[in-house]
């Protein structure tokens, strides 16, 4: 039996719709790409999620919800404190705010907040050479107290410094390595790159600190000045009531 063209084709349209109906009825159907990184299958880290799936797609949200990393920590680490909304930062837009690293070589992106989050709960992860993170990255990871000497030496060659402002432009593509971390402010004077961790460093307490605020005191790795500007606090005189404390 020969079928005619028009009703061939409300054949093939019955047999679509139904389709979609049945994917719905299902509850198969979807109109938004799903965000869910592969989880390990085997070992220590069966059942939880890998990594080195995370994409260039994904916030910094995303990634803290799936990861249990704090958000405050993936905004500090990656100098984003000048970011109005941290958790709809995409990791790739990275690349283009760091575009001055990766013309001398070395890369801040998708593939360092890959590295960061794996260091970070110690899940299984191939180090990539091409792959830097920012000192304040560095310094939270070191917090954690859980990476190898290999990890840690890896990390040495594969650290950029970060005073908070902006990046070391003396790093040159030739040496093949970052420039060296800044010497250390003996004279323990507060500056616009201070961190509190510094200012607890230099002997002044927790409790002092949040004295001298008024308030809470952020993430140790937080940069005074940052903190101050973000909550309309005056920074001379946060700077001059610590450094009060640092040097009676």
Known sequence: MKIKPWTMGIIILVFFFAGIGSTIALNLWNTTSSKTPVKFTSGEYAGSYNPADIRG?????EVSNLFNVPLEELGIGFGLNDVENLALFKNKDLEARY?????????????????????YTGAPYILEDDTYLLAPAVDILKAQGNLTEDQLKFLEEHTIEFNGENINSDLTKNTGTPVEHAK?????????????????????SKDEIEQALGGKMPHPLTNIK??????????????????????P
């Open 226 to 247: 940052d903190f101050c500007l973000k909550e309309g606090i005056e920074f001379s005189a946060i700077k001059n009531a610590l450094q009060e404390k640092i040097t």
């Open 57 to 61: 797609s994904y916030t910094l949200g």
């Open 184 to 204: 250390e402010n003996d004279e323990k004077v507060v500056k616009g790159n201070t961190t509190f961790q510094e200012v607890l460093d230099w002997g002044v």
């Open 99 to 119: 575009e001055n690293l990766k013309e001398q070589g070395f890369e801040v992106g998708n593939g360092s907040v890959k590295m960061f989050v794996a260091l």
